[in-house]
C-alpha cells in the first residue's frame, strides 16, 4: 500500500520562528490534506490541497503531486501552535476510499 | 450539526468487557469512516461506509470489531470482549462523496482496557 513519510518527527522552536514540515508519499494519490491535532486530541483541517499552494493566515500548504511531495510552513509561530501535524493522503481503490496517514511531526513551540 | 460529534468521550472498560462507540456524522454527508489510534502514532483506517453500506472494512483488526450505520447516518462501532491492546483513540471522520472539500474527525473515544 502507499506509504506517508513525514519529517522532522519532533520540532522544537522560540515564538516567533518559522518553519517547514514536510510530507512525502510514494505513490500517485486522488488528494492530500494537512491537520493539527491539539493537545486535547482534536483533529483540525488546516488544508485540502491536492497540488499548488494555499495560505490561511501564518500557514501555508504546497503539494508537487508529480514529485510526491507536500510542504507545510508555519510562519511567526505561536504558543498555540504547538500539537502534532499529520499529512494524509486520499486513497481511492474500487468502491472504498480512504485516508492513509503519516505517523506526524510533534511540534512544540517555546514562550 | 455542526460537526461530527463523538459519545462517549471517554471509556474505560473492564477486560473481556463489550463496547459501543457512537458518531454522529455531519448532517448529509455520504461517506464515513473509523480510525484507530494508538499512543504516539498516526490515525490507521478501520472501516468505510458509503450511507448505510460497508463498502471497506479490511483495517478492522479482529472479528471483535464491528461497525454499522444502518440508516446511513448515525454509526456504532462495536468491540467485543475487549482486549487490553485494543485501548486506543477512536476517531470517527464523515465526508460528502469522494471527500469532497476534505475530511471532517470527531473528538474521538478514548478507550482504556484493563
Known amino acids: 500500500g502507499i506509504q506517508v513519510e513525514q519529517s522532522p518527527p519532533d520540532l522544537i522552536l522560540q515564538e516567533g520562528a518559522n518553519s517547514t514540515l514536510r510530507c512525502n508519499f510514494s505513490?500517485?494519490?486522488?488528494?492530500l490534506q494537512w491537520f493539527h491535532q491539539n493537545p486535547w486530541g482534536q483533529l483540525i483541517n488546516l488544508f485540502y490541497?491536492?497540488?499548488g499552494t494555499k495560505q490561511n493566515g501564518r500557514l501555508s500548504a504546497t503539494t508537487v503531486a508529480t514529485e510526491r511531495y507536500s510542504l507545510l510552513y508555519i510562519s511567526s509561530s505561536q504558543t498555540t501552535d504547538s500539537g502534532v501535524y499529520f499529512c494524509a493522503v486520499e486513497v481511492f481503490k474500487g468502491g472504498s476510499e480512504k485516508l492513509v496517514f503519516g505517523k506526524g511531526t510533534k511540534l512544540t513551540v517555546n514562550p | 450539526g455542526a460537526g461530527v460529534s463523538q459519545s462517549p468521550r471517554y471509556k474505560v472498560a473492564k477486560r473481556g468487557q463489550d463496547v459501543a462507540l457512537r458518531c454522529d456524522p455531519i448532517s448529509g454527508h455520504v461517506s464515513l469512516f473509523w480510525y484507530q489510534q494508538a499512543l504516539g502514532q498516526g490515525p490507521e483506517f478501520l472501516t468505510y461506509?458509503?450511507?448505510?453500506?460497508?463498502?471497506?472494512k479490511s483495517g478492522l483488526p479482529s472479528d471483535r470489531f464491528f461497525a454499522e450505520r444502518p440508516e446511513g447516518s448515525v454509526s456504532t462501532l462495536k468491540i467485543q470482549r475487549t482486549q487490553q491492546e485494543d485501548s486506543a483513540v477512536y476517531l470517527c471522520a464523515s465526508s460528502a462523496f469522494r471527500g469532497r472539500h476534505g475530511y471532517t474527525f470527531g473528538s474521538g473515544t478514548r478507550l482504556t482496557v484493563v
Open positions: 505513490d500517485s494519490v486522488n488528494n
Open positions: 490541497i491536492p497540488s
Open positions: 461506509f458509503q450511507n448505510e453500506a460497508q463498502l471497506d
